[in-house]
């Protein structure tokens, strides 16, 4: 049952893979967030990047100090479904976590605009949960521990018409249920 659709899909993870470890092996700098995002809620002020502990392993409150973390909405192109490059290292990020903690659960709750039929932003909004989801798998996390949920055009951050707010609307959203 090997379709041409898998060999494309197998070659995206391949390509993924290549870009995280090419991300792990670079030095971290700082940098300025995209400018169509939006942060779910803002950094506190006096909050530190804790990052690992010594023994490789996260502690209970990184998923609100670590600022990788932090991040938990990765935004989409119009009509796409595919993982943008920047998002790579959050991606990466997240599947350390849940390496890290075998009983942690998320659900991937993917979105699109208002723009398409309900039934295509439905569709479009599963396939991008489905692409963090196998991009997750691919850098080491758990597929028994990710549930992707599509809401469509249902659950709009940003209700205006226009291109900036529309950006806003075509995401997944990173839930964790449990640490």
Not at 25 to 52: I, R
């Amino acid at each position: 049952m090997n379709h041409p659709r898998s060999a494309s899909a197998s070659k995206l993870v391949i390509a993924a893979v290549m870009c995280t470890l090419a991300v792990a092996c670079s030095k971290k700098v700082k940098e300025a967030p995209p400018t169509n995002t939006t942060p779910s809620t803002p950094p506190a002020a006096t909050t530190t990047d804790t990052g690992p502990t010594a023994a490789g392993a996260y502690g209970p409150n990184d998923l609100d100090t670590d600022a990788c973390l932090r991040q938990r909405i990765v935004y989409f192109d119009l009509d796409q479904d595919a993982l943008r490059p920047e998002f790579q290292a959050v991606v990466t990020c997240h599947a350390k976590y849940l390496r890290d903690r075998p009983s942690s659960r998320m659900n991937l709750e993917g979105n699109a605009d208002e723009r398409g039929s309900r039934e295509y932003n439905l569709g479009l909004a599963e396939r991008r949960g489905n692409a963090v989801s196998s991009a997750i798998q691919a850098s080491g996390g758990s597929g028994n521990q990710i549930n992707v949920v599509s809401y469509g055009e249902e659950r709009p951050v940003c209700t205006e018409s226009g291109e900036d707010c529309w950006a806003r609307n075509r995401r997944v959203e990173i839930i964790y249920n449990a640490r």
